[in-house]
């Protein structure tokens, strides 16, 4: 089965800065790719998602990039912000019926005001 | 749009007790899913319905844990007898489950946190 792996583990940036987060996969079936930011308290909230067609994608702050031929993809976020302070999990999906997600095992990040 | 509801938001029960999770999926989502999200892990599939079929239970610890769907709509999860190590956050989450789609967009509930003594 799939094996998503996310680094790092926790991550500390000063508010204004940027913050990468990267996750390896193994199935190189997978061709769906969200991000999701969990707050504390409440269930995980997509955030952006990329497909195994596109390389990039980008909405506003947020934008990932997807390797496929290294099965590695990436967040990135710009201009940090307080509220941005959360952990983030990203999560690989082979195609077919069952589209069921395999997440990575999360990263903390913590925006520095 | 009504999000995904999940009760109760907390339960305490000591080990070898049974409790019960409930969830209303978004309505009209087809697919429903369970996660068991141990702290400080990603959350882990337990079962997936389509409509009031299973989709796959292969994770699901079948001597301890039950699910069903039974009108396609709410869903119940059981836990009996709980185990210390059962302790976790429950996530139900759906998606609309449309054929043809390459992907859907699984929405979550805010779970429910077992904690086992």
């Known amino acids: 089965g799939e094996n998503v792996e996310q680094h790092p583990s926790t991550l500390s940036v000063q508010e204004g800065d940027s913050a990468v987060i990267k996750c390896t996969y193994s199935?190189?079936?997978?061709?769906?790719f969200p991000w999701y930011k969990q707050e504390l308290g409440k269930g995980p909230q997509l955030i952006i998602d990329?497909?195994?067609?596109?390389g990039e994608k980008k909405d506003q702050r947020i934008a990932v990039t997807l390797n496929k031929t290294a099965k590695h993809f990436s967040l990135h976020i710009t201009e940090t912000q307080p509220e941005d302070s959360a952990v983030y999990f990203c999560?690989?999906?082979?195609?077919?019926?069952?589209?069921?997600?395999?997440f990575g095992s999360g990263t903390q990040l913590t925006v520095l005001p | 749009e009504a999000g995904v509801a999940q009760s109760p938001r907390y339960k305490i029960i000591e080990k070898r007790q049974s409790v019960a999770f409930w969830c209303n999926p978004i309505?009209?989502?087809?697919?429903l899913y369970w996660y068991q999200q141990i702290l400080g892990q990603g959350p882990k599939l337990l079962i997936q319905?389509?409509?009031?079929?299973?989709?796959?239970d292969s994770q699901l610890p079948k001597d301890r844990f039950s699910a069903e769907r039974l009108k396609g709509v709410d869903s119940t999860l059981k836990i009996q007898p709980a185990k210390l190590e059962d302790s976790a956050v429950y996530l139900c989450?759906?998606?609309?489950?449309?054929?043809?789609?390459?992907?859907?967009?699984?929405?979550f509930g805010p779970g429910t946190r077992l904690t086992v003594l």
């Open positions: 989450a759906s998606s609309r489950g449309t054929s043809g789609v390459s992907y859907n967009e699984q929405f």
């Open positions: 199935d190189s079936a997978s061709n769906y």
């Open positions: 990329i497909r195994s067609n596109v």
């Open positions: 319905f389509q409509n009031n079929g299973v989709v796959d």
């Open positions: 999560a690989a999906s082979p195609s077919g019926s069952a589209r069921q997600l395999t």
């Open positions: 309505s009209g989502h087809a697919t």
